[in-house]
């Protein structure tokens, strides 16, 4: 005597399809269908898996760019749609969907769940993209700093960028922005050229000194101040400098280093701190103690820095006290510069793809309103690529500092200034660009 199959249950169909659509109308008896709805997910995930086997690099790159991100957003608008369809369908088959049903109210938390595993990944998505625009030049939203740093007022857009793709070299101004409390003005008290090889091994970072005076502007006219003023000063006399604050400093640098300033981009140290914690601090090995008991910390108080040699994990708080003091025993402007730049080759090797996945809910909020660039939305994920394919294992760090490359004048009417060797700074561009670069008064 043949027994009737067991009826499937409307509650474990639309289990099944919310594991994994079609499943649910397999186990319906509908295998027409469940090929239908599952064979757009196999292939989406057999996509997936290719990329993490040949490596989450480029993927990475991806995420800055806007195009990308936008179609992640419509990518998972859609799978949410089929899944629900699915869902739904694998139910209503069996059983019409009541709530006097424990079945049905089984399913509608299943429909909840999955509202919600696709709504929170279009959420930082969709921030990810307000992030990026915020930042990038030409977005349509104003960050925080740019609100508060005039010499972005009126820039031109970036000219003769490079191609990446094809293995240029990128040359990248960072400066930092120090607006902690006290400060009336946002002079660029760090100016670091960072200087990106994709293809091979001779990246650089060249830390500019702050009290350079008399630097030449890009008409060979000497700037007869500090050459942290310039950017304010340039932007406040848009007649005099039609390039405005951040192209005026841009083509300055350039000209002192003799390589051309592609992009620049400010940080407040304020943001940083941020930054830092946002990835779970760093690692970071301290060669020489620092013993620098007048340091005022990012909030106005007089707390004093001191820490050892020895290796550490820092979290924001301690890195940006690492890098903006100044007036411990034995330091200057450039061990400050020294350890900047020991602590920016820490952040570049702790920003790896994991890492960057888990932190990103974080990173997003500290980026947006504390970074600001001049990298065209369009040009921003080439530049990630570079940052990613450089050889920063072999990174060439250099501070330029006396005597190898100005000497100093303590006691000027502008107060303690650097007169700069022109032709040796001009040897480090020239040293980039076609062999190693110099050796005198690197960084460690």
Do not use: C
Not at 412 to 432: F, K, M, V
């Amino acid at each position: 005597m043949d027994h009737p199959s067991p009826r499937p249950r409307a509650w474990l169909a639309a289990l099944l399809s919310f594991l994994f659509p079609g499943l649910g109308q397999a186990y319906n008896g509908q295998s027409g269908l469940a090929w239908i709805l599952a064979a757009p997910v196999l292939v989406l995930v057999a996509g997936i898996i290719v990329v993490f086997v040949e490596g989450t690099s480029s993927l990475l790159t991806r995420l800055f760019d806007i195009r990308f991100l936008i179609g992640l957003v419509v990518l998972d608008i859609a799978l949410l749609g089929w899944r629900l369809v699915a869902v739904m369908q694998a139910h209503g088959y069996r059983a019409a969907p009541s709530f006097r049903k424990g079945a049905t109210w089984a399913t509608a938390v299943l429909v909840t769940v999955t509202l919600a595993m696709h709504a929170l990944p279009a959420y930082y998505v969709a921030k990810a993209i307000d992030t990026l625009d915020t930042v990038t030049f030409g977005g349509t939203h104003e960050g925080d700093i740019k609100d508060s740093f005039s010499g972005f007022g009126g820039q031109p857009s970036p000219s003769g960028q490079p191609d990446v793709a094809a293995g240029d070299r990128v040359n990248i101004l960072l400066v930092g922005v120090d607006s902690a409390p006290g400060r009336t003005t946002a002079l660029t008290d760090t100016m670091l050229v960072v200087s990106l090889d994709p293809n091979g091994t001779r990246s650089a970072m060249i830390s500019v000194p702050r009290d350079l005076y008399g630097v030449p502007l890009p008409d060979g006219t000497p700037y007869n101040h500090k050459l942290n003023s310039l950017m304010v000063y340039a932007s406040a006399h848009p007649k005099e400098f039609p390039l405005g604050g951040v192209g005026t400093l841009k083509a300055t640098i350039g000209h002192l280093l003799g390589v051309p300033i592609h992009y620049f981009a400010a940080i407040n140290l304020l943001g940083f701190k941020q930054t830092v914690d946002a990835i779970g601090g760093v690692e970071i090995t301290v060669l020489r103690a620092v013993n620098d008991p007048t340091y005022v910390d990012e909030y106005g108080r007089h707390r004093g820095f001191h820490i050892k040699p020895g290796t550490y994990h820092m979290n924001g708080h301690t890195a940006l006290a690492y890098v903006r003091s100044r007036k411990g025993v034995g330091d200057t402007d450039f061990t400050r510069a020294e350890r900047q730049q020991q602590l920016l080759t820490a952040i570049r090797a702790k920003l790896t793809a994991g890492n960057l996945m888990l932190a990103l809910p974080s990173l997003l909020d500290a980026v947006k309103n504390t970074i600001a660039t001049d990298v065209p939305g369009d040009r921003i994920a080439q530049l990630a690529q570079a940052v990613q394919d450089a050889d920063m294992s072999q990174l060439q760090r250099i501070v330029l500092q006396p005597p190898d490359y100005m000497h100093a004048e303590p006691f000027t009417a502008a107060g303690y200034i650097l007169i700069p060797n022109l032709d040796a700074i001009r040897a480090i561009g020239e040293q980039l660009i076609n062999g190693p670069s110099p050796s005198p008064s690197t960084g460690p």
